[in-house]
């Protein structure tokens, strides 16, 4: 529990209490398993990988795979060679996966471990099958995030398997396609971008994409390799794509980037679509790309969210929020609270990047430019400052409940990880419908505050 923290703030800058993120494999495991039979495997300890799976287990609440190098004493003396072509030739056997993804960790970045050339003997050696595939991204946990790590492993994907074909332009716009690279969001939110594509009628690839592999129905059976995640054959065509929509300059941002730069496909950066404008954004950019029209049913959509936003107004107006996330999910959600006439107060990441609090910042120039915005930033400062002036509200991951709980603050869950909640994983928080969901648990978190705290004079049966 947090009774012990203190109001007077001490400046610190070499040290973070209760960080606001975790450690970069994590996200590149999670990217991984977005890849048709993938393995992830982890060249490093197997402490490591033991926590990075158990860790997005818990988020999930779905069996996570991954393999490991194991290292032990010898490794980290005499490097992880040996290791790795032992795991390689032990997965391959025994698993039999389409591609292997490689992550580093601390101790494998620490020793100076050298991927490329591991895998370059492998494959000289024969202990990578034919028509078999191995990727890798360098992840060391002593810089960066989770979501680092999830941006690497992404650009990884683009780095060893899209290829231009070498088509005409023409060729191209005959039948053209989109990428879109959806960024650190839950499997039920790609499946939801996925229904929103379709029903825009537009040809896309996307990559990384969880859904089908992370949220399977329960039919009795355990496969080790779902049916979902985006093929090998998928993430090469988006070479030859006609764009990237990249959503999220920090998970998404990086990979596209690549891909324009290794095969000319010009990429739009947008920001995740959580709450009414960007998700707009998101739609209009499917148009402009597709050169579709939007269809009626996503506009009856948008125009219950409008309703909800007209009815909910009064219980939002005016709120103190304090936020704290990934930096993509947050910059999004800002957006999205100033639109529902909330008032961050304290917006906070504990990723790195000035993009965090100039974006920020710009959104909250006009609603609420007092706002305390901070990237690198953790937990601890969050509480204090919310010891000094508190909020009506706060949103973030699972963590800040013990916040919420010694502060008696109404809280949400939204982000990464949610450890003692379940919908993330069946409900979307993108689009229309995800926003609405989203005012919606907003609303009951005030609103199960008042009624429990409110004198019984003012207990109201309708509200
Ligand atoms: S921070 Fe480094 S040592 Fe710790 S679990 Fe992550 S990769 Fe392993």
Not at 172 to 197: C, F, H, S, V
Not at 286 to 314: I, K, Y
Request: charge should be negative.
């Amino acid at each position: 529990m947090l009774d012990g923290t203190t109001a007077e703030i001490k400046p610190r800058e070499a040290l973070r209490i209760n960080p606001a993120k975790t450690c970069q494999p994590i996200g590149a495991m999670y990217a991984a398993l977005g890849i048709h039979g993938c393995m992830p495997h982890s060249h490093g300890s197997q402490g490591c990988c033991a926590y990075h799976r158990s860790h997005l287990t818990r988020h999930f609440k779905e069996p996570v795979v991954a393999t490991s190098s194991s290292f032990t004493e010898g490794a980290s003396v005499f490097g992880g060679l040996a290791n790795m072509t032992q795991a390689l030739s032990n997965i391959f056997t025994i698993y039999d996966p389409k591609i292997v993804a490689v992550h580093t960790t601390c101790l494998s970045e620490v020793i100076g471990d050298d991927i490329p050339m591991m895998i370059k003997k492998a494959t000289e050696e024969g202990i990578i099958p034919a028509g078999k595939v191995v990727i890798h991204a360098n992840t060391p946990s002593f810089v960066g995030s989770h979501v680092t790590g999830f941006a690497s492993m992404v650009t990884a994907m683009v780095k060893y398997l899209s290829e231009s074909s070498g088509k005409t332009e023409a060729q191209l716009k005959d039948e053209p396609q989109l990428n879109i690279i959806p960024g650190y969001i839950d499997p039920a939110d790609m499946r939801e971008l996925k229904r929103i594509i379709k029903e825009m009628g537009v040809k896309t690839v996307l990559f990384p994409d969880t859904s089908g592999v992370l949220d399977l129905p329960q039919d009795g059976r355990y496969r080790m390799f779902p049916s979902g995640g985006a093929t090998i054959e998928q993430i090469k065509s988006a070479g030859d794509s006609v764009g990237t929509i990249a959503l999220g300059h920090f998970a998404s941002h990086p990979a596209a980037e690549k891909l324009d730069e290794k095969c000319n496909v010009p990429c739009a950066l947008l920001e995740l679509p959580y709450g009414l404008t960007n998700t707009d954004r998101f739609i209009h950019a499917l148009r402009n790309h597709g050169g579709v029209d939007v269809p009626g049913t996503l506009g009856e959509e948008r125009g219950r969210l409008l309703d909800a936003m007209g009815d909910m107004h009064q219980y939002f107006h005016g709120k103190r929020v304090a936020i704290a996330g990934d930096p993509d999910h947050v910059i999004a959600l800002t957006q999205f609270l100033v639109e529902l006439d909330m008032k961050p107060a304290y917006v906070i990441t504990g990723s790195s990047g000035n993009h965090f609090e100039q974006r920020v910042t710009e959104i909250l120039k006009d609603q609420a430019p007092e706002a305390i915005v901070k990237q690198n930033s953790d937990l601890f400062a969050l509480h204090q400052w919310i010891k000094n002036q508190p909020v009506d509200l706060l949103i973030g991951n699972t963590y800040c409940k013990y916040i919420a709980h010694v502060e008696k603050i109404p809280f949400v869950r939204f982000g990464f990880p949610v450890l003692d909640r379940m919908g993330h994983r069946y409900f979307p928080g993108v689009g229309y419908m995800g926003a609405l969901r989203l005012m919606e648990k907003i609303n009951d978190a005030l609103l199960d505050h008042k009624d429990r705290e409110c004198p019984e004079e003012t207990f109201e049966l309708i509200q």
